[in-house]
């Protein structure tokens, strides 16, 4: 299985601060007949279903605010929030879709400072 | 618009079953894999498999094998996730999800069904 971990596990920026988070996969999701990442970003909040930010390692889905990026290849990815919000206080999960099982990172924990 | 909408909320014995549905609108349901994927509290979101509506193919995650069983109704657009022999760590926040158009990123979710297993 190929194993997803997030680094810092919990955050805390200042509101209107730019907030990265990193994901490792344990073997490259980069598949080379189409060089695209099979790296996906979710974001969770209590009581609510995830929602996907960020596939393609750096395609943002439609109606995610332009402060959501993300970039990276092989094995290191990262999801940055360029200028804090207090709705984006929630638990952000990383996960590859380039084999089965698929798998997610740990998830880290964002708040506000 | 695509909505999955899910079954309501399960109290289970140990070593019991559970079956949770999981009904899709707004798309032609054959055309794209049912995910189910799992959140027990403090724990990570867990993949368990996919079932193809299209053929009835399933993946399951190993570490359900022989306890998973997906499958679907494609004259009700619904798919349905049993798990068995149920013990307190199947305690969980279960969801199902549909792919995107482009890959097989979950871009759909369902709502979740709480399961909980308690003596």
């Known amino acids: 299985d190929i194993v997803m971990t997030q680094s810092p596990d919990s955050l805390a920026v200042s509101l209107g601060e730019r907030a990265t988070i990193n994901c490792k996969s344990s073997q490259s999701v980069l598949y080379s007949s189409n060089n695209k990442n099979y790296l996906a970003w979710y974001q969770l909040k209590p009581g609510q279903p995830p929602k996907l930010l960020i596939y393609w390692a750096s395609t943002r889905e439609s109606g995610v605010p332009d402060r959501f990026s993300g970039s990276g290849s092989g094995t290191d990815f990262t999801l940055t929030i360029s200028s804090l919000q207090a709705e984006d206080v929630a638990v952000y999960y990383c996960q590859q879709y380039y084999t089965t099982p698929r798998t997610f990172g740990q998830g880290t924990k964002l708040e506000i400072k | 618009q695509v909505q999955l909408v899910q079954s309501g909320a399960e109290v289970k014995k140990p070593g019991a079953s559970v079956k949770v549905s999981c009904k899709a609108s707004?798309?032609?349901?054959?055309?794209?894999?049912v995910h189910w994927v799992r959140q027990a509290p403090g724990q990570r979101l867990e993949w368990m498999g996919w079932?193809?509506?299209?053929?009835?193919?399933?993946k399951y995650s190993q570490k359900f094998q022989g306890r998973l069983t997906i499958t679907t109704d494609t004259s009700a657009s619904t798919a349905y996730m049993e798990l068995s022999s149920l013990t307190s760590e199947d305690t969980a926040v279960y969801y199902c999800?549909?792919?995107?158009?482009?890959?097989?990123?979950?871009?759909?979710w369902g709502q979740g069904t709480v399961v909980t297993v308690s003596s």
């Open positions: 707004g798309y032609t349901f054959t055309t794209y894999a």
């Open positions: 079932i193809n509506p299209g053929n009835g193919n399933t």
């Open positions: 999800a549909r792919a995107g158009d482009t890959g097989d990123y979950l871009l759909y």
